[in-house]
């Protein structure tokens, strides 16, 4: 009677939300300031001030149906032209607003990239740890995910293993730095020892390899660690991009998808990301959120708050006694679980009221995600609490 596949995507919790959701309950019954959620990746930080007077700005001046009319499918030219300089500014690179197709955010960028290369019988590689949404929206697509198993000394690429899952049948490869969950960034040597196999393996395949590269987190890098920008070391690279977490506006739905001139058959590229992007519905991205971030191109994004609750996190689960590496950007630290099955270990966490992510859900089992986009006298309080649950376990080592 219905799609079962989309009747067990709709029904069946995800393990973040389930936690989210036995937090709220946790949180009703012994008060919100005693729960310590550290499931979900959704920003604490205000939205900067200059992304809300924009928006005032531009529901003030301008006429309605300028800004909440329809766009053109790829979005508003003006806009588009505005973000390309602005990248072309800050990273060396060569857009025009021809290059740029706006989106709904990372996850529709992502789905429409995938939907625009997929052919019968295509693989997708993803690295492990990874965001999990890529399997559903690769197998959505009719596409196979292959996972490369992580490199848990920094989070890099283990490239032995990643040789071993490339065949005939790769058509991307998915990469997502600063990472969810590590908060690892790809070095510049990384990425060159990435793009340069690809390069021969392209060569090898006699087709293109595609990187996909998914970029939420571009801004959000500690100690001014540089993330290399993909297209500058492969032409074969369609960028996701997304203001969601840089600007905190994961409700509005924005970001865009770059289309380099270097990728093999621009025309047939671009044309193929419009028509997913029409048959998925996804044409024109919010109006007025368009034009909001046009009118805020290039501005910082506020990431002391990440900074300052990453240290502390870092600093205090060693100090209690667990391994983990040590986040370079986005707002997640990645802990090596201090018994094999991460699923036992998380539930153990809850007896105090730590709600944490088990590694499984990011393919990679063994380990568990924190989450610390949240208050940092949450954080302060929660310390006490790792170490009382560390104790657990290190007692008996
Ligand atoms: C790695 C990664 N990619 C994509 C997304 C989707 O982001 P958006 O809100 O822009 O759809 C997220 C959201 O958490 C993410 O962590």
């Not at 219905?2 to 709220?24: A, D, N, Q």
């Not at 290059?99 to 960028?109: C, D, P, Q, R, V």
């Not at 730095?177 to 060569?203: D, F, M, Q, V």
């Not at 996909?212 to 500058?232: C, H, L, N, Q």
Request: hydrophobic share 40%.
């Amino acid at each position: 009677m219905v799609s079962e596949k989309m009747y067990e995507l709709g029904t069946k919790k995800s393990t973040i939300r389930t936690i989210f959701e036995f937090g709220r309950k946790r949180a009703a019954e012994v008060g919100e300031e005693n729960i310590f959620d550290f499931s979900l990746g959704n920003p604490n930080v205000p939205t900067p001030e200059f992304v809300r007077q924009a928006a005032m700005d531009i529901l003030a001046d301008m006429e309605p149906s300028a800004v909440h009319g329809y766009t053109i499918a790829p979005g508003n030219p003006e806009v588009r032209e505005i973000l390309a300089k602005s990248i072309n500014e800050r990273f060396g690179t060569n857009f025009a607003g021809k290059n740029l197709f706006l989106t709904a955010g990372a996850a529709a960028a992502l789905t429409i990239s995938f939907k625009a290369l997929c052919e019968e019988g295509d693989e997708f590689i993803a690295f492990a740890p990874f965001f999990p949404e890529y399997r559903c929206f690769v197998e959505s697509v009719g596409g196979k995910l292959v996972v490369v198993p992580a490199q848990p000394e920094d989070f890099q690429i283990d490239f032995a293993a990643f040789e071993k899952c490339l065949t005939p049948r790769t058509k991307a490869v998915i990469v997502n730095s600063p990472n969810n969950p590590s908060g690892a960034i790809y070095s510049e040597a990384t990425i060159e020892r990435l793009t340069e196999l690809l390069a021969l393996k392209e060569k090898e395949y006699g087709h293109p390899i595609f990187i996909i590269s998914d970029e939420p987190y571009r801004e959000i890098a500690f100690d001014g660690y540089p993330v290399p920008y993909v297209t500058k070391y492969y032409a074969n690279t369609l960028v996701c991009y997304s203001y969601s977490k840089s600007f905190s506006l994961p409700g509005e739905r924005i970001g865009y998808i770059v289309v380099p001139d270097e990728v093999s058959d621009f025309g047939k590229v671009y044309g193929a990301v419009a028509g997913a992007a029409r048959v998925l519905t996804h044409v024109n991205a919010p109006s007025l959120w368009q034009l909001v971030v046009g009118r805020c191109a290039g501005k910082p994004s506020d990431i002391s708050t990440y900074v300052k609750n990453g240290q502390m996190l870092y600093q205090g689960l060693i100090a209690a006694g667990f391994t983990c590496v040590k986040p370079q950007g986005a707002f997640y630290l990645f802990p090596k679980a201090l018994e094999a099955d991460d699923y036992a270990f998380c539930e153990r966490a809850k007896k105090y009221d730590l709600l944490l992510v088990p590694g499984t859900d990011f393919g990679c089992p063994g380990y568990f995600r924190v989450a610390y986009c949240i208050k940092t006298e949450t954080i302060e309080r929660a310390l006490p609490l790792f170490k009382k649950l560390a104790a657990e376990y290190l007692s008996f080592a």
